[in-house]
């Protein structure tokens, strides 16, 4: 994992750090989101990107974001790299989820997904948005799947 204040760290340095953010205020409200997005080139870049933000009144309060970059043979076909893309954001949560419950850390985790009733990827909605439901997640399809369609965009190009 990559994070623009403590460089490339493991993911188990990651979780460390997230925990550490997440219990500076044990009554503070925190949003744990998790999206990808891709982009083709003569390969498909394919950023993961996790942002924890702190929320008090219905107002972001700052938070922390990490990322990972892969690079995957060129996928072509838009319902196998949106459901690609899903399947990266769902294994990390996995893990961090899986290392929340050791630690007894309450949080629900968001999928982002880069997904839309505007374009390509709306026939694909209700078979994604139930996979990561399926999985124990919250799903999040755009226009309010930042992480996917913001960050990990930007990440993307």
Known sequence: MHSTIYGEISFEEMYLLIRAYLSQDRNGEYRVSIGTDSQNFDYTKMPITIGIHRIENQIGKGGIFFSEIRRVKKISNIRQKIFYETNL???L????????????????IAIHVDAGYNGPTAMYIAEITGWVKACGFQCV???DSYMASSVANRLSK
């Open 89 to 91: 954001s769902l294994d």
């Open 141 to 143: 399809i755009k226009p």
């Open 93 to 108: 949560a996995l893990r961090l989820n899986l290392k929340f419950i050791e630690d007894n850390i309450p949080n629900k």
